[in-house]
Nanobody, 119 residues
Framework: QVQLVESGGGLVQAGGSLRLSCAAS????????MGWFRQAPGKEREFVAR????????YFADSVKGRFTISRDNAKNTVYLQMASLKPDDTAVYYC????????????WGQGTQVTVSS
C-alpha cells in the first residue's frame, strides 16, 4: 500500500522560505508522477507542482513559478517542495500526491501539512 507522509510545514514570515518533504513508501516509484497540491480555507484544492520520478521533469502552477522548486531523492524515496519568496496567499494545507504515469488522476494522498505565511 502506498503511503505518503508530508512534513516541514510551519509558520514563516512573508518573503521567507520553507521546504516540505514527502516520504513515499509501499511501491517502487520509478513509474510514478508525484505532485504537490494545496488547499486554503474556503477554497478548492489547487495544483502546485509535479515531478516525474524517472525523468525528473517538472511542471509548476503559474502562481508559484519562479518561487517554488520540486525535486526528488531516489535514495530516500522522498520528494521535496522548496518554497521561497513566500506570500500570505501561499497559506494553505499542502498535500503530497502520487499517480502512475498512465493515470490522469492522483490516487494516493498524504495527510497534509500546514503552511502559514504571516504578513
Amino acid at each position: 500500500q502506498v503511503q505518503l507522509v508530508e512534513s516541514g510545514g510551519g509558520l514563516v514570515q512573508a518573503g521567507g522560505s520553507l521546504r516540505l518533504s514527502c516520504a513515499a513508501s509501499g511501491r517502487t516509484f520509478s513509474n510514478y508522477v508525484m505532485g504537490w497540491f494545496r488547499q486554503a480555507p474556503g477554497k478548492e484544492r489547487e495544483f502546485v507542482a509535479r515531478i516525474t520520478w524517472s525523468s525528473g521533469s517538472t511542471y509548476f502552477a503559474d502562481s508559484v513559478k519562479g518561487r517554488f522548486t520540486i525535486s526528488r531523492d531516489n535514495a530516500k524515496n522522498t520528494v521535496y517542495l522548496q518554497m521561497a519568496s513566500l506570500k500570505p496567499d501561499d497559506t494553505a494545507v499542502y498535500y503530497c500526491a502520487a499517480r502512475t504515469k498512465a493515470d490522469t488522476t492522483y490516487n494516493y494522498w498524504g495527510q497534509g501539512t500546514q503552511v502559514t505565511v504571516s504578513s
